[in-house]
């Protein structure tokens, strides 16, 4: 029986992406069929970084049109990533070299953004994406030790800085700019959210797939400017469980609906204490916080992660747990949230155009 | 004229007079209910620019200097929807204030 490029389209559409829940053809994934003789050859484009379930797409899609043509002979997949720029407003001034700004957030402080954001785009660089993290935690920035960068950034041209570079990101702090650890920012909000836009705009980001943006803690200066001035793809919102942390985590959420940032999900970070004793998991803070906001909001619950102390001393000593112990659990949990948002990013991208008005200046 | 279509397909337009007179700015509209501000002789208002803001509102550059109001969708969408009734309040109000649409000369 012989069989045609539209047949390989249609059994296509009966095939289920894992990641997105949707079928390749309508997810758009499904690019160069050929068929010649008895073979198939395709391509499988996705949205999304993915390169530790290339393999897995390429035999499940290979295994199910073998299923699926009658008499096929042999069939040849290629699986490949391609993240898509975000889509924005016609007049936004986008940041160059940046296809993806996703911001990382919370209402309160002391809650594991930084750990959390640092790790998360580790992890979407793991899976083979270009990322960048941007420190906008003016007052007490992080970055430069979790990456464990120091030195100043080099400026080529004299009015742009070069990113740092470590662990294969792209970074940029004003804790490169300061000498000392012990160095404040005493600042008033004007200077912040200037210095947030030098970082942002004069930095020469290198063809990035995404910007991890990672915010400070409260819905003020620097959240407001971020909204306003750049094009935003979404918002993560980390919280522990305790109903103190969720409570102002419910207002970080606020303010990006307010400012019309879509709202990725919610990381919840804490979840459950492991004794390093006994291995004994407890939910010390509390069980379920996370899982009921994301239910209060309709909005999706990205995963837990587990107060362990080798998160921490990774993350001071400049060697995150994702390159620290790629393959350990903790690693795993990080990789999944982050497919997690990517597939979510790319989702936006795609729909996001429409959620602009119109508008037409007519002189009469 | 400012015409604006939202994503239901609902179109509505706005005369600039209007979307000055009504500016969310704190200028016009106070810090809450009670304190706005009465604007008159705004007849001949015209737009020089509109700055878009993030994804969430328009920042409406006027002519006659004004450019503190940031028009988010729904505050647009609550105007055009609303245009006849807020409109006669306006009057309603000008008149109860003696003022006039009219420029002062």
């Excluded at chain 1, 041209?157 to 990101?169: F, I, Q, V």
């Excluded at chain 2, 409406?60 to 807020?86: E, R, S, V």
Aim: charged share 20%.
């Amino acid at each position: 029986m012989s069989f045609n490029e539209t047949d390989v389209q249609s059994a296509l559409k009966n095939l289920i992406d894992p990641n997105t829940k949707k079928d390749f053809v309508s997810g758009k994934s499904v690019k160069n069929v050929k068929v010649s003789g008895a073979d198939v050859t395709l391509e499988i484009l996705l949205g999304y970084p993915a390169k530790s379930v290339w393999d897995e797409i390429r035999a499940m899609v290979e295994a199910h049109l073998k299923g699926a043509l009658q008499g096929v002979g042999k069939v040849s997949v290629t699986v490949s990533s391609k993240v898509v720029p975000h889509a924005v407003q016609r007049g936004v001034k986008l940041v160059e070299g940046v296809k993806n700004i996703i911001a990382v957030a919370s209402g309160k402080g002391g809650v594991g953004k930084s750990t959390t954001a640092v790790n998360l785009a580790l992890a979407l660089a793991a899976e083979g994406a270009r990322v960048g993290v941007l420190d906008a935690d003016i007052y007490g920035p992080s970055q430069p030790t979790m990456l464990g960068i120091s030195g100043q950034p080099k400026s080529v041209d004299g009015k742009s800085l070069e990113p740092m570079t470590n662990h294969g990101l792209q970074a940029m702090s004003i804790g490169f700019m300061i000498d000392g650890d012990d160095t404040p920012m005493v600042w008033r909000g004007p200077m912040v959210t200037q210095a947030l836009d030098q970082l942002l705009h004069q930095t020469r980001w290198d063809n990035l797939d995404y910007l991890v943006v990672d915010l400070p803690p409260g819905t003020g200066d620097i959240q407001l400017t971020l909204a306003q001035k750049v094009p935003v793809t979404g918002a993560v919102i980390v919280t522990t469980p305790q109903d103190i942390a969720l409570m102002d985590a419910r207002k970080g959420l606020k303010m990006f609906e307010k400012v019309g940032i879509k709202i990725v999900g919610i990381v919840e970070n804490m979840s459950t204490h492991i004794c390093s004793k006994c291995g004994h998991e407890e939910h010390i803070f509390g069980a379920g916080g996370g899982e009921k906001m994301c239910a209060d909001y309709n909005v999706e619950f990205l995963g837990g992660l587990p107060l362990d102390i080798r998160i921490r001393e990774q993350a001071d000593s400049g060697n995150p747990t994702v390159v620290a112990d790629p393959d350990g659990t903790i690693a795993k949990v990080y990789k999944q949230i982050a497919r997690r948002i990517a597939v979510k990013v790319a989702d936006m991208a795609q729909d996001h155009s429409a959620a602009f008005p119109k508008i037409v200046v007519q002189n009469t | 004229m400012l015409e604006i279509v939202f994503s239901d397909d609902v179109s509505y337009q706005l005369p600039y007079e209007y979307l000055r007179v009504y500016s969310p700015s704190a200028d016009v509209s106070g810090h809450g209910p009670g304190q706005e501000v009465l604007q008159v002789g705004k007849k001949n208002v015209g737009i020089t620019s509109l700055i878009p803001v993030g994804s969430y509102a328009v920042q409406i550059n006027f002519d006659d200097g004004h450019d503190t109001g940031l028009y988010t969708w729904g505050y647009l969408y609550k105007l055009g929807k609303n245009q006849a009734a807020l409109w006669q309040d306006y009057l309603d109000r000008l008149a109860a204030a003696g003022a006039s649409r009219e420029p002062r000369p």
